[in-house]
């Protein structure tokens, strides 16, 4: 399973990005998905998860009310959307997938994506 993120970039305090994490390979669009974070200097931590159906999302407490994650199973992509951007929220944003089919959100991570960059200018 190989999954690609995309859709960082630098923006300023206060606007949206939208992230995609396209998984393809030996893959299923039954695993549970999440975003985790590493800014400079930090460990990676949890941002988001949905399970492999999308009807159920768990957010980190800093990132509530301002990010929505997402699914197409169809296209087998989860996308992260990000609003209200603020400094803090600088990072290298990766996609992790659970291996486990049709598998509810529980933080296990199998499969990583490369990580993409997220730089929020203030």
């Known amino acids: 399973v190989q999954l690609q993120a995309s859709g960082g970039g630098l923006v300023q305090a206060g606007t949206s990005l939208r992230l995609s994490c396209e998984a393809s390979?030996?893959?299923?669009?039954?695993?549970?998905m999440g975003w985790f974070r590493q800014a400079p200097g930090k460990e990676r931590e949890f941002v988001v998860g949905i399970n492999w159906s999308g009807d159920r999302t768990y957010y980190a407490d800093s990132v509530k009310g301002r990010f929505t994650i997402s699914r197409d199973n169809a296209m087998k992509t989860v996308y992260l959307q990000m609003n209200s951007l603020k400094p803090e929220d600088t990072a290298v944003y990766y996609c992790?997938?659970?291996?486990?089919?049709?598998?509810?959100?529980?933080?296990?991570?199998?499969?990583w994506g490369q990580g993409t960059q997220v730089t929020v200018s203030s």
């Open positions: 390979g030996r893959t299923s669009s039954s695993y549970a």
């Open positions: 992790g997938a659970d291996g486990r089919a049709f598998s509810g959100w529980e933080g296990r991570v199998d499969y």
